[in-house]
């Protein structure tokens, strides 16, 4: 069975910080990630996805990394501001048509 | 994209009775997917809601306490039956953009079950 770690669990940092969140797998056989973004009392937005044969994704300030091999995401949010105060969830999709999330990473940027 | 409407937002509702929620996409989709968040907590999927087939749920959801209906490919609902306490939770669904592309979710509906 998928099992999705996030890593940290919280982090607030200072506005114009470069940060990274990390995300963790147990099963590579992955057919690609998700990172989403999901604001308080609000349900999901997509940032990026990454195919399992790619091995980074950007939009604007973001960038996603894979390691498929061994099992590893990670988001970089770079000159962090306070609207990137959410927090940040990592999905697998894999076989079965089933995305399997992790806990989340709750994101403060304080101005 | 996929734009996707819930209804109701939020509820408010005491326990042993049953809430239906709506689902509509702006899109046929063949696959919709109903997730539960528990307060604190991430996604866990319930259950994918094909069109003219049964839904398929997952370990620890069943058939009596969450009906789904798919009676088209835009439109579907789902229904969190004999509520408890512990129901109290935000309920998504969401369509993929195709097999193994973007998933997008609905905006949720919060569920307090008192």
């Known amino acids: 069975k998928q099992e999705v770690t996030q890593i940290p669990a919280a982090l607030s940092v200072p506005e114009g910080e470069n940060l990274v969140l990390n995300c963790s797998f147990t099963?590579?056989?992955?057919?690609?990630l998700q990172w989403f973004r999901q604001d308080p009392g609000k349900g999901l937005t997509s940032l990026l996805l990454?195919?399992?044969?790619?091995r980074e994704q950007t939009s604007g300030r973001l960038n996603a990394s894979l390691d498929k091999s061994s099992g590893r995401s990670t988001l970089y949010i770079a000159a962090s501001q306070p609207g990137d105060s959410a927090t940040y969830l990592c999905?697998?999709?894999?076989?079965?048509?089933?995305?399997?999330f992790g806990g989340g990473t709750r994101l403060m940027v304080k101005p | 994209s996929a734009v996707i409407s819930q209804k109701p937002s939020r509820d408010i509702c005491q326990r042993g009775t049953s809430l239906t929620i709506q689902c509509q996409v702006d899109?046929?989709?063949?696959?919709m997917f109903w997730y539960r968040q528990q307060p604190g907590q991430s996604l866990t999927l319930i259950a994918t809601?094909?069109?003219?087939?049964?839904?398929?749920?997952e370990s620890g959801f069943v058939i009596d306490k969450f009906p789904i209906s798919r009676p088209n490919l835009t439109f579907s609902t789902l229904t969190v039956s004999n509520m408890s306490p512990e129901d109290s939770s935000i309920y998504l669904c969401?369509?993929?953009?195709?097999?193994?592309?973007?998933?997008?979710f609905g905006p949720g509906t919060r569920l307090l079950v008192l």
């Open positions: 809601a094909n069109q003219g087939s049964e839904a398929t749920y």
């Open positions: 899109s046929q989709v063949t696959m």
């Open positions: 969401s369509v993929e953009a195709g097999p193994g592309e973007t998933q997008y």
């Open positions: 099963d590579s056989a992955i057919y690609n």
């Open positions: 999905a697998v999709y894999n076989a079965g048509n089933m995305l399997t």
């Open positions: 990454i195919q399992s044969s790619q």
